[in-house]
């Protein structure tokens, strides 16, 4: 039989979406599962993008450019000059969601046997993302006493070798929900001059912030042009997951332009989600307002829940919607697993996502599970209630 690559072989699993056809056997049993374990929000997307679908005249469903169209780039730098960062269009490619983004400046900057260094735990798929890049991820400790923030620049230091080529950070953080401060952003600024590294940020989650914080782009930093890639996507912002529509923004002018060839070789963004992404640029303040105020509820709902649980250590998110939460088991994806095969409260379960995929240290955040709280507040205190009855159950 033909065989297999190596790496194909060594592509991890979602370990978000492993426990799957368990939750699949559930619901063919008739018990109701709580998605505590994606982050697909329940938000509606915004009016003006739908519409601007709704009402395309297009005859003739094109490719578009492979940047993205002048009209689209130019509207985005507008937007991210209302939020401080100052690029133009051609600092911009245009790509199918953040993971193309992650993909094409992976391939941009790194080599095979290449070294990445992310401050873990970190998005799951920058682990897929590296292996299909054939670079290595080297992990940086992030704790949850710490609430998970920027680890001693002097860890970084430590693990910097000839082979390291940048330092990634998901900023908030999925899945930690920890913003990074002006002065944390500064101390990888540092670092990243000194050692002649690229600093890429992942800022999908860019617009959820709480407890009146903001976001500080790295682009933001001023004598890091060089350096600095950010990620960005519409999935999150809009509530447009299935858009498909993200983009890399650099001043790098060598960087966008190998970016470019990749973009090239796929030929086009897809045209329908660029109709849509461009429309929800127009998308009023005030639908952002509701959104986050309806997230701060969620995230204080969800917290005062969970602290009312005993035995379970929680890290306070400041921004994007998901948390760590440390649980009294030993193995949280075979207490997941159970969660969707064994147990139910009244026909009803949820679905966690185990957090040791969000590490690549082997051994970590076993007994750790990522919530994400896309639910309504109902349903969070519903899933809290059933997270607690099967714990106690789980651990008689
Ligand atoms: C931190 C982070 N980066 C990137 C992505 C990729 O998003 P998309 O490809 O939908 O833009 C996600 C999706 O959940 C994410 O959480």
């Known amino acids: ?64 450019r492979s940047e993205g169209s002048e009209e689209y780039r130019t509207k985005l730098a507008a937007y ?10 051609n600092d911009i490619i245009v790509t199918t969601g953040g993971s193309e983004a992650l993909l094409f400046t992976f391939g941009s900057i790194m080599d095979t046997g290449d070294e990445v260094i992310i401050p873990e ?8 993302f590296s292996t299909a890049s054939g ?3 080297v992990p940086v ?13 002097e860890e970084f230091e430590k693990l910097i070798t000839p082979k390291t080529k940048a330092i990634l950070i998901c900023n908030p953080g999925n899945p930690t929900g920890y913003l990074y401060s002006k002065e944390e952003i500064q101390k990888l600024a540092t670092i990243v001059k000194k050692h002649d590294l690229f600093l890429i940020a992942d800022e999908v989650y860019r617009e959820f912030t709480y407890d009146g914080l903001e976001h500080y782009s790295v682009m933001q930093e001023d004598g890091l042009e060089q350096h600095t890639i950010m990620i960005d996507s519409v999935s999150k912002r809009y509530s447009m997951c299935g858009a498909r529509i993200g983009c890399i923004v650099s001043k790098n002018k060598e960087v966008i332009a190998t970016a470019l060839k990749f973009a090239q070789a796929r030929l086009s963004p897809p045209t329908y989600a660029l109709i849509a992404s461009e429309a929800a640029l127009d998308t009023p303040q005030r639908y952002f ?26 890290a306070t998110p400041k921004g994007a919607f998901y948390c760590i939460v440390e649980l009294p088991v030993k193995n949280a994806d075979n207490f997941a697993q159970w969660l ?57």
């Open 121 to 128: 735990p970190f998005y799951a798929n920058y682990n897929g």
């Open 340 to 396: 969707l095969e064994d147990f139910h409260l009244n026909n009803e379960t949820i679905m966690v996502a185990p957090a040791a995929g969000f590490y690549s240290t082997e051994g970590l955040g076993l007994n750790q599970v990522r919530i994400a709280y896309v639910l309504n507040k109902e349903d969070l205190i519903r899933s809290v209630q059933i997270l607690k009855e099967a714990l106690e159950t789980y651990n008689q």
């Open 141 to 153: 400790i992030s704790k949850i006493e710490d609430n998970f923030a920027l680890p001693p620049i």
């Open 135 to 137: 670079i290595t991820v």
């Open 1 to 64: 039989m033909p065989s297999i690559s190596s790496k194909g072989k060594q592509m991890p699993e979602s370990p978000i979406r492993k426990l799957v056809p368990y939750a699949e056997g559930a619901k063919k049993r008739g018990v109701k599962v709580f998605h505590l374990n994606i982050g697909q929000p329940d938000i509606k997307t915004p009016q003006v993008a739908l519409d601007a679908v709704k009402n395309s005249a297009i005859e003739v469903v094109a490719y578009a």
């Open 80 to 89: 991210y000059a209302n939020n401080d960062i100052q690029v133009n269009a």
């Open 289 to 314: 307002d509701d959104v986050i105020n309806e997230y701060v509820d969620r995230r204080n709902t969800l917290i005062a829940e969970l602290q009312k649980v005993e035995g379970l250590k929680v």
